[in-house]
Protein backbone atom coordinates (compact mmCIF):
# COMPACT_ATOMS: atom_id res chain seq x y z
CA UNK A 1 0.00 0.00 0.00
CA UNK A 2 1.56 3.58 -0.86
CA UNK A 3 2.67 5.40 1.74
CA UNK A 4 1.62 2.56 4.16
CA UNK A 5 4.41 3.16 6.82
CA UNK A 6 3.53 6.72 6.65
CA UNK A 7 -0.34 6.14 7.65
CA UNK A 8 0.28 3.68 10.32
CA UNK A 9 2.63 5.99 12.35
CA UNK A 10 0.47 8.83 12.04
CA UNK A 11 -2.56 6.94 13.18
CA UNK A 12 -0.30 5.24 15.74
CA UNK A 13 1.20 8.93 17.38
CA UNK A 14 -2.35 10.55 16.94
CA UNK A 15 -4.00 7.07 19.27
CA UNK A 16 -1.23 7.18 21.92
CA UNK A 17 -0.15 11.10 21.60
CA UNK A 18 3.46 10.91 21.92
CA UNK A 19 6.28 9.55 19.16
CA UNK A 20 7.90 7.25 21.67
CA UNK A 21 4.87 5.21 22.73
CA UNK A 22 3.96 5.05 19.03
CA UNK A 23 7.38 3.52 18.38
CA UNK A 24 7.49 0.85 21.03
CA UNK A 25 3.64 -0.17 20.17
CA UNK A 26 5.15 -0.49 16.27
CA UNK A 27 8.67 -1.78 16.96
CA UNK A 28 10.78 0.65 15.11
CA UNK A 29 12.83 3.94 16.43
CA UNK A 30 11.53 6.59 17.34
CA UNK A 31 14.29 8.50 14.98
CA UNK A 32 12.58 6.58 11.99
CA UNK A 33 8.81 7.71 12.96
CA UNK A 34 9.85 11.06 12.88
CA UNK A 35 11.51 10.84 10.13
CA UNK A 36 8.65 10.06 8.03
CA UNK A 37 6.44 12.51 9.97
CA UNK A 38 8.70 15.48 9.24
CA UNK A 39 8.77 14.38 5.18
CA UNK A 40 4.73 13.58 5.03
CA UNK A 41 4.39 17.35 6.70
CA UNK A 42 6.72 18.91 4.58
CA UNK A 43 4.71 16.93 1.39
CA UNK A 44 0.99 18.34 3.10
CA UNK A 45 2.40 21.87 3.76
CA UNK A 46 1.44 22.11 6.75
CA UNK A 47 1.96 20.59 10.34
CA UNK A 48 0.36 17.56 11.28
CA UNK A 49 0.90 17.65 15.02
CA UNK A 50 1.34 20.31 17.77
CA UNK A 51 4.38 19.79 19.90
CA UNK A 52 3.93 19.89 23.19
CA UNK A 53 5.97 19.15 26.31
CA UNK A 54 4.21 16.29 27.65
CA UNK A 55 3.42 15.01 23.97
CA UNK A 56 1.80 15.76 20.42
CA UNK A 57 -1.47 16.75 19.64
CA UNK A 58 -3.97 16.87 16.28
CA UNK A 59 -3.62 20.49 14.32
CA UNK A 60 -6.73 21.47 12.41
CA UNK A 61 -4.90 19.74 9.59
CA UNK A 62 -3.82 16.81 11.35
CA UNK A 63 -7.91 16.31 12.32
CA UNK A 64 -8.48 16.12 8.81
CA UNK A 65 -5.74 14.05 7.57
CA UNK A 66 -6.19 11.19 10.38
CA UNK A 67 -10.06 10.87 9.30
CA UNK A 68 -8.64 9.98 5.95
CA UNK A 69 -5.91 8.10 7.03
CA UNK A 70 -8.34 5.60 9.20
CA UNK A 71 -10.57 5.55 6.21
CA UNK A 72 -7.99 4.50 3.94
CA UNK A 73 -6.93 1.88 6.53
CA UNK A 74 -10.27 0.41 6.92
CA UNK A 75 -10.84 -0.23 3.62
CA UNK A 76 -7.36 -1.82 3.43
CA UNK A 77 -8.08 -4.22 5.94
CA UNK A 78 -11.25 -5.00 3.55
CA UNK A 79 -9.37 -5.47 0.70
CA UNK A 80 -7.06 -7.91 2.27
CA UNK A 81 -10.08 -9.96 3.65
CA UNK A 82 -11.84 -10.02 0.08
CA UNK A 83 -8.47 -11.24 -1.09
CA UNK A 84 -7.65 -13.91 1.18
CA UNK A 85 -11.44 -15.00 0.81
CA UNK A 86 -10.33 -15.54 -3.07
CA UNK A 87 -7.50 -17.97 -2.01
CA UNK A 88 -9.38 -20.04 -0.10
CA UNK A 89 -11.58 -22.71 -1.70
CA UNK A 90 -14.56 -23.86 -0.44
CA UNK A 91 -13.55 -26.42 2.26
CA UNK A 92 -16.36 -28.82 2.26
CA UNK A 93 -20.15 -29.54 3.28
CA UNK A 94 -21.12 -31.76 6.33
CA UNK A 95 -24.75 -33.19 6.56
CA UNK A 96 -25.53 -34.33 9.94
CA UNK A 97 -28.61 -35.83 11.86
CA UNK A 98 -29.35 -35.89 15.25
CA UNK A 99 -31.99 -36.44 17.38
CA UNK A 100 -33.79 -33.25 19.13
CA UNK A 101 -32.08 -33.17 22.34
CA UNK A 102 -28.40 -33.63 21.37
CA UNK A 103 -29.35 -31.01 18.68
CA UNK A 104 -30.90 -28.43 21.07
CA UNK A 105 -28.21 -29.66 23.89
CA UNK A 106 -24.22 -29.73 23.20
CA UNK A 107 -24.44 -29.79 20.07
CA UNK A 108 -24.39 -25.80 19.20
CA UNK A 109 -21.55 -25.27 21.04
CA UNK A 110 -19.77 -27.70 19.58
CA UNK A 111 -20.48 -26.81 15.81
CA UNK A 112 -19.70 -22.91 16.89
CA UNK A 113 -15.86 -23.92 18.17
CA UNK A 114 -15.49 -26.37 15.14
CA UNK A 115 -16.58 -23.58 12.88
CA UNK A 116 -14.55 -21.02 14.41
CA UNK A 117 -11.58 -23.21 14.20
CA UNK A 118 -12.89 -23.83 10.10
CA UNK A 119 -14.77 -20.80 8.65
CA UNK A 120 -15.39 -22.29 5.42
CA UNK A 121 -17.12 -25.57 6.30
CA UNK A 122 -20.55 -25.34 5.58
CA UNK A 123 -22.84 -27.31 8.05
CA UNK A 124 -26.54 -28.78 7.41
CA UNK A 125 -27.88 -30.07 10.47
CA UNK A 126 -31.29 -31.50 10.67
CA UNK A 127 -33.12 -33.44 13.67
CA UNK A 128 -34.84 -36.51 14.09
CA UNK A 129 -36.20 -38.98 16.83
CA UNK A 130 -35.32 -42.89 17.69
CA UNK A 131 -34.42 -45.30 14.82
CA UNK A 132 -35.55 -42.55 11.98
CA UNK A 133 -32.05 -41.14 12.79
CA UNK A 134 -31.12 -43.96 10.55
CA UNK A 135 -33.30 -43.30 7.83
CA UNK A 136 -31.60 -40.00 6.12
CA UNK A 137 -28.21 -41.70 6.47
CA UNK A 138 -29.01 -44.54 4.30
CA UNK A 139 -31.20 -43.04 2.03
CA UNK A 140 -27.89 -40.88 1.30
CA UNK A 141 -29.72 -37.45 2.42
CA UNK A 142 -27.07 -36.92 5.24
CA UNK A 143 -23.51 -37.77 5.90
CA UNK A 144 -23.44 -38.73 9.18
CA UNK A 145 -26.01 -39.56 11.84
CA UNK A 146 -25.56 -38.79 15.97
CA UNK A 147 -28.63 -40.67 18.10
CA UNK A 148 -28.76 -43.40 20.95
CA UNK A 149 -30.23 -46.99 20.72
CA UNK A 150 -29.40 -47.31 16.99
CA UNK A 151 -30.05 -51.02 15.95
CA UNK A 152 -27.63 -52.78 14.15
CA UNK A 153 -28.62 -51.66 10.27
CA UNK A 154 -27.41 -53.50 7.33
CA UNK A 155 -25.80 -50.76 5.21
CA UNK A 156 -24.22 -48.66 8.43
CA UNK A 157 -20.61 -48.60 9.87
CA UNK A 158 -20.04 -47.43 13.35
CA UNK A 159 -17.69 -44.27 13.70
CA UNK A 160 -18.19 -44.01 17.73
CA UNK A 161 -19.44 -45.57 20.24
CA UNK A 162 -20.53 -44.04 23.77
CA UNK A 163 -22.15 -45.67 26.56
CA UNK A 164 -24.74 -42.98 28.22
CA UNK A 165 -26.62 -43.92 31.35
CA UNK A 166 -30.19 -42.77 31.71
CA UNK A 167 -30.75 -40.58 35.15
CA UNK A 168 -33.03 -38.51 37.16
CA UNK A 169 -33.86 -35.13 36.12
CA UNK A 170 -34.97 -33.30 39.20
CA UNK A 171 -35.60 -29.02 39.36
CA UNK A 172 -33.46 -27.11 41.89
CA UNK A 173 -34.41 -27.06 45.36
CA UNK A 174 -36.38 -30.93 45.15
CA UNK A 175 -36.33 -32.86 48.20
CA UNK A 176 -34.45 -35.54 46.38
CA UNK A 177 -31.45 -33.68 44.97
CA UNK A 178 -28.52 -35.55 47.06
CA UNK A 179 -24.92 -36.67 46.32
CA UNK A 180 -24.91 -39.93 44.55
CA UNK A 181 -27.12 -42.43 42.67
CA UNK A 182 -30.96 -42.06 43.71
CA UNK A 183 -32.97 -45.34 44.32
CA UNK A 184 -35.53 -45.39 42.20
CA UNK A 185 -37.94 -46.57 44.57
CA UNK A 186 -37.72 -43.06 45.83
CA UNK A 187 -38.35 -41.53 42.29
CA UNK A 188 -41.75 -43.27 41.45
CA UNK A 189 -43.43 -41.77 44.95
CA UNK A 190 -43.27 -38.35 42.88
CA UNK A 191 -44.92 -37.12 40.08
CA UNK A 192 -43.32 -37.93 36.80
CA UNK A 193 -43.41 -36.69 33.27
CA UNK A 194 -41.94 -39.56 31.16
CA UNK A 195 -41.10 -40.42 27.38
CA UNK A 196 -43.99 -41.65 25.24
CA UNK A 197 -44.30 -45.15 25.16
CA UNK A 198 -42.89 -46.84 21.77
CA UNK A 199 -39.93 -44.30 21.87
CA UNK A 200 -36.29 -45.97 22.58
CA UNK A 201 -36.26 -43.98 25.33
CA UNK A 202 -38.99 -45.41 27.24
CA UNK A 203 -37.87 -48.81 26.59
CA UNK A 204 -35.03 -48.09 28.60
CA UNK A 205 -36.97 -46.32 30.91
CA UNK A 206 -39.25 -49.33 31.72
CA UNK A 207 -36.46 -51.56 31.72
CA UNK A 208 -34.92 -49.68 34.49
CA UNK A 209 -38.30 -49.46 36.39
CA UNK A 210 -38.95 -53.28 35.52
CA UNK A 211 -37.45 -54.71 39.06
CA UNK A 212 -39.70 -52.24 40.92
CA UNK A 213 -42.99 -53.39 42.58
CA UNK A 214 -44.50 -50.40 42.75
CA UNK A 215 -46.45 -49.59 39.79
CA UNK A 216 -45.39 -46.65 37.38
CA UNK A 217 -47.71 -44.18 36.39
CA UNK A 218 -46.50 -40.82 34.66
CA UNK A 219 -48.78 -37.79 34.70
CA UNK A 220 -47.95 -36.91 31.54
CA UNK A 221 -46.21 -38.39 28.67
CA UNK A 222 -44.86 -37.02 25.06
CA UNK A 223 -41.95 -37.46 22.43
CA UNK A 224 -40.36 -34.38 22.66
CA UNK A 225 -37.29 -34.14 25.14
CA UNK A 226 -37.58 -30.07 25.44
CA UNK A 227 -41.22 -30.45 26.64
CA UNK A 228 -39.95 -33.09 29.37
CA UNK A 229 -37.24 -30.41 30.50
CA UNK A 230 -39.79 -27.58 30.65
CA UNK A 231 -42.16 -29.33 32.68
CA UNK A 232 -39.37 -30.15 35.19
CA UNK A 233 -38.27 -26.22 35.21
CA UNK A 234 -42.08 -25.59 35.78
CA UNK A 235 -42.13 -28.28 38.50
CA UNK A 236 -44.82 -30.37 36.92
CA UNK A 237 -42.52 -33.31 38.12
CA UNK A 238 -39.16 -35.64 37.90
CA UNK A 239 -38.33 -36.65 34.51
CA UNK A 240 -35.67 -39.47 33.14
CA UNK A 241 -32.97 -38.85 30.33
CA UNK A 242 -29.74 -38.77 29.87
CA UNK A 243 -27.24 -36.52 30.89
CA UNK A 244 -26.18 -35.11 27.78
CA UNK A 245 -29.70 -34.18 26.78
CA UNK A 246 -29.37 -31.69 30.04
CA UNK A 247 -25.52 -30.89 30.21
CA UNK A 248 -26.63 -27.04 29.23
CA UNK A 249 -29.16 -26.60 31.42
CA UNK A 250 -27.13 -28.20 34.60
CA UNK A 251 -24.70 -26.76 34.41
CA UNK A 252 -26.76 -23.27 33.96
CA UNK A 253 -28.32 -24.57 37.43
CA UNK A 254 -31.31 -24.81 35.88
CA UNK A 255 -31.92 -28.84 36.19
CA UNK A 256 -29.86 -31.10 38.61
CA UNK A 257 -29.02 -34.98 36.96
CA UNK A 258 -28.82 -37.73 39.48
CA UNK A 259 -27.77 -41.09 38.40
CA UNK A 260 -29.86 -44.21 38.70
CA UNK A 261 -28.53 -46.72 41.78
CA UNK A 262 -27.63 -49.93 40.92
CA UNK A 263 -29.27 -52.57 39.72
CA UNK A 264 -31.95 -50.31 38.53
CA UNK A 265 -29.42 -48.47 35.97
CA UNK A 266 -30.07 -48.88 32.45
CA UNK A 267 -27.95 -47.01 29.39
CA UNK A 268 -28.74 -45.59 25.94
CA UNK A 269 -25.88 -46.35 23.65
CA UNK A 270 -25.25 -43.34 21.52
CA UNK A 271 -22.87 -43.78 18.76
CA UNK A 272 -21.76 -41.68 15.30
CA UNK A 273 -22.68 -43.87 12.15
CA UNK A 274 -22.13 -43.41 8.36
CA UNK A 275 -23.15 -45.09 5.34
CA UNK A 276 -21.14 -48.16 4.94
CA UNK A 277 -19.98 -48.28 1.67
CA UNK A 278 -19.90 -43.62 1.20
CA UNK A 279 -16.25 -42.73 2.04
CA UNK A 280 -16.17 -39.55 4.15
CA UNK A 281 -14.82 -37.06 2.34
CA UNK A 282 -12.31 -34.49 4.00
CA UNK A 283 -14.83 -32.07 5.32
CA UNK A 284 -16.88 -34.75 6.82
CA UNK A 285 -13.93 -37.04 8.07
CA UNK A 286 -12.38 -33.77 10.12
CA UNK A 287 -16.01 -33.18 11.39
CA UNK A 288 -16.67 -36.73 12.73
CA UNK A 289 -13.31 -36.33 14.13
CA UNK A 290 -13.57 -33.59 15.93
CA UNK A 291 -16.87 -34.19 17.37
CA UNK A 292 -15.76 -37.64 18.54
CA UNK A 293 -12.90 -35.90 20.42
CA UNK A 294 -15.49 -33.25 22.17
CA UNK A 295 -18.24 -36.15 23.04
CA UNK A 296 -15.32 -37.86 24.83
CA UNK A 297 -14.11 -34.70 26.70
CA UNK A 298 -18.45 -34.21 27.82
CA UNK A 299 -18.38 -37.93 29.10
CA UNK A 300 -15.19 -37.58 30.65
CA UNK A 301 -16.77 -34.64 32.32
CA UNK A 302 -19.69 -36.28 33.54
CA UNK A 303 -17.50 -38.75 34.86
CA UNK A 304 -15.63 -36.25 37.16
CA UNK A 305 -19.14 -35.37 38.16
CA UNK A 306 -20.16 -39.32 38.87
CA UNK A 307 -22.78 -38.24 36.40
CA UNK A 308 -21.15 -41.83 34.35
CA UNK A 309 -19.92 -43.94 36.34
CA UNK A 310 -15.89 -44.30 35.53
CA UNK A 311 -16.03 -47.56 34.49
CA UNK A 312 -18.40 -47.91 31.75
CA UNK A 313 -16.59 -48.04 28.52
CA UNK A 314 -16.46 -45.23 26.12
CA UNK A 315 -15.16 -46.22 21.94
CA UNK A 316 -14.38 -43.60 20.01
Do not use: W
Not at 86 to 106: D, E, F, I, N, Y
Not at 230 to 257: H, Y
Request: hydrophobic share 45%.
Amino acid sequence: MLHSRKLLYINEIARTGSIRKAAARLNVASSAINRQILALEEEMGAPLFERLPRGLRLTAAGELCIEHIREVLKNYERLEGRIKSLKMQQAGKVRLVTTVGLASGPLPEIIARFQSEHPRVFIQLRNDAGTMTVNPVLSGEVDIGLGFNIPATPGIRTLGNFDIPIGVILPPGHPLIGPGPISLADVVQERLVLAQQGTSLREVINLAMARLDIPVEPVLETNASEMLKKLVKCGAGLSMLNPLDVITECRQGELVFRPIAEPHSRHQPMKLFARARAPLDSATSLFAEYLLAELAGLVQELQTKGHIPLERPVVA
